[in-house]
């Protein structure tokens, strides 16, 4: 059994393979990345939530300047924010598609659930043009199903990504963590299907010349 991949070399395997869709990922390699991301965002979450309190109770007491600067810490978050989704947007789909296979899954229900989060946002950007205070009825339907569908849909997720890994080697390429081990009992299995056919050929040989002498 291989060694464990361990919380530093969750990080670097991340942006090595930043656009690696095709091997596969270990439940170790998936979390360890997931808190990373938590280690990375909270704190500018924090300050992002600082500043918004900052600006409100600013520009409620007419304290304009407290006020700027909560709006500038909330802009700043804000750009880092979005920088730091954006520079990681690509090698977390491929870590998210790698978990899959890693489990013996293709990349299909990965690719679906990119094309709903795709469509519904589209259709949440529609409404909140068409009908941004939800009188419609039909709207707040539509809004209450999309979001149970990211609830199954997350539930989901979590459970295939909570997974063991697939312990045989997978058209995907071999289990990192269960790999060496399948390696070797196949190795042992060889070997001693090897001299079990040695052993007969042996037989088979003593008795072929034990015969020959009796013919004589």
């Not at 300047?65 to 920088?83: D, E, Y």
């Not at 094309?115 to 205070?133: H, K, M, S, W």
Request: proline letters at 2%; a neutral charge.
């Amino acid at each position: 059994m291989e060694r464990k991949i361990g919380f530093a070399q969750a990080l670097k395997l991340f942006w090595k393979q930043y656009v690696n869709f095709k091997g596969r990922a270990r439940r170790s390699e998936y979390w360890f990345m997931a808190l990373w991301h938590l280690i990375f965002m909270l704190p500018l979450v924090i300050f992002y939530v600082i500043g918004l309190i900052v600006m409100i109770s600013g520009f409620a007491t007419e304290s304009n300047g407290v006020g700027v600067l909560g709006l500038i810490v909330m802009l700043i978050t804000g750009i880092l924010l979005i920088v730091y989704n954006l520079a990681t947007l690509i090698p977390n789909y491929a870590l998210y598609i790698r978990r899959f296979h890693d489990t013996g899954r293709s990349m299909l229900i990965p690719l679906i659930f990119l094309g709903v989060y795709i469509v519904t946002y589209i259709i949440f950007v529609v409404f909140n043009f068409t009908d941004p205070f939800y009188d419609n009825a039909s709207t707040i339907i539509m809004s209450i199903l999309m979001y149970l569908l990211y609830l199954g849909m997350g539930i989901y997720n979590l459970v295939i990504c909570c997974l063991d890994s697939e312990r045989k080697t997978n058209k995907y390429g071999q289990s990192h963590k269960y790999g060496s081990f399948y390696q070797s009992e196949h190795s042992k299995g060889n070997d001693d299907t090897y001299s079990q056919n040695h052993i007969i050929a042996e037989d088979s040989n003593s008795e072929q010349h034990l015969n020959e002498r009796d013919d004589k």
